[in-house]
């Protein structure tokens, strides 16, 4: 529809990972058609069903057939979170982009006030969670991985903003181009840099259905942010050495001076010893420190074998409403 000066009205899309959604899809699209009129634009609905296990592809197909705004990509296995909202921006036709949980923590409604500071000229703008309805094991891990991301990246990471965001066309353009696999998108959209800002909203509960981001899903997440963004890790071994080396001089010290004055070390109750728990200890820290750092080494060379490997970031099992259709 061609509006009265000749102009394309703005078109929006909206991204919507689904990874077993069956008890939750209905009440998404209830809630979505209910919100949309306020969005003041044409819009297409993207639903990447990331490998699902239960009905979640037949009811996404029923609704794309019921309405063609709604288009839906079929994962041939689980991807992952990350890589489904991936696929969905690629696929993403709209002047803007908005990256929404299905679950509708992330509020449909809250879709107006995105907007609003994307009309406002911003290109980046990302939902801050005042309040979060998580359990409190989940609270206080996610802060202090926020926390300490901060501290490990030069980027000015936001803190307890997550993937509920809207992006201009030229930010996704940008997201899209990058070829890295293990994508933490928060980092990857702040790491664009534009302008960006934030907006406040309170992080309500599930609608429906169980939680799908596992405790091992969100682990993995988190080292893929502090690893995709940071080397500070590296540096720990040189740091780490360096205090061990350290220490041992000070022991080396101690064990001379204890030898060289045995009598006065024993008035004071420090008289030499068997030393067999002193070698049992350094052998182990020492052991560890090794091995944390084999470990974190370990870390960057896995992700570059996965770059290198230069395997496809998703497969398509199957898709709908999407045009040209993807091959
Ligand atoms: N999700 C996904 N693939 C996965 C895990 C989750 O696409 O392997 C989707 C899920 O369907 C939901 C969003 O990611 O739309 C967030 O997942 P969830 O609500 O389980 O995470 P939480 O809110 O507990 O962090
Ligand atoms: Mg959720």
């Known amino acids: 529809m061609l509006a009265f000066w000749g102009q394309v009205p703005e078109k929006i899309s909206i991204v919507v990972p689904c990874f077993n959604e069956e008890a939750v899809l209905p009440i998404l699209i209830e809630r979505i058609m209910a919100a949309a009129p306020a969005w003041g634009a044409d819009y297409e609905i993207i639903c990447v069903d990331d490998g699902s296990r239960d009905r979640t592809w037949p009811l996404l197909l029923v609704q794309c057939q019921r309405d063609p705004r709604w288009r839906a990509l079929s994962f041939a296995r689980n991807f992952g979170h990350q890589t489904a909202v991936s696929a969905g921006l690629h696929f993403a036709t709209g002047e803007a982009v908005v990256v929404i949980d299905a679950d509708l923590q992330d509020p449909p409604e809250a879709v107006t006030l995105l907007l609003a500071q994307w009309r406002a000229g911003f290109e980046v703008v990302f939902a801050r969670r005042k309040k979060r309805q998580d359990p409190l094991l989940k ?79 969100s682990f993995k997440l988190a080292m893929d942010g502090l690893f995709s963004f940071s080397a ?14 350290g220490f041992a001089f000070l022991g080396v010290v101690f064990t001379l001076a204890q030898k060289l004055f045995a009598s006065e070390f024993a008035k004071i109750g420090l008289a030499p010893g068997a030393g067999f728990p002193t070698i049992v200890i350094s052998v182990l820290f020492l052991g560890g420190v090794q091995l944390i ?3 974190i080494l370990g870390e960057y060379i896995g992700r570059i074998y996965e770059e290198v490997k230069g395997r496809p970031l998703w497969i398509l099992r199957d898709s709908a409403g999407i045009v040209p259709p993807p091959e």
Do not use: H, N
């Open 139 to 217: 609270r206080i891990l996610a802060w202090g991985f926020y926390r300490l991301l901060q501290k490990m990246t030069p980027l000015p990471m936001a803190q307890d903003a997550g993937d509920f965001c809207l992006l201009d066309r030229k930010v996704v353009a940008v997201i899209r181009a990058l070829p890295e696999r293990s994508r933490y998108l928060r980092g990857l959209r702040t790491w664009c840099g534009f302008r960006q800002t934030a907006v406040e909203f309170d992080r309500g509960e599930r609608a429906a259905g169980v939680p799908q981001y596992t405790f091992k899903k």
């Open 232 to 245: 500070a890790p590296l540096r720990l071994a040189t740091y780490l050495g360096l205090w061990v080396s």
């Open 293 to 295: 750092c084999l470990g």
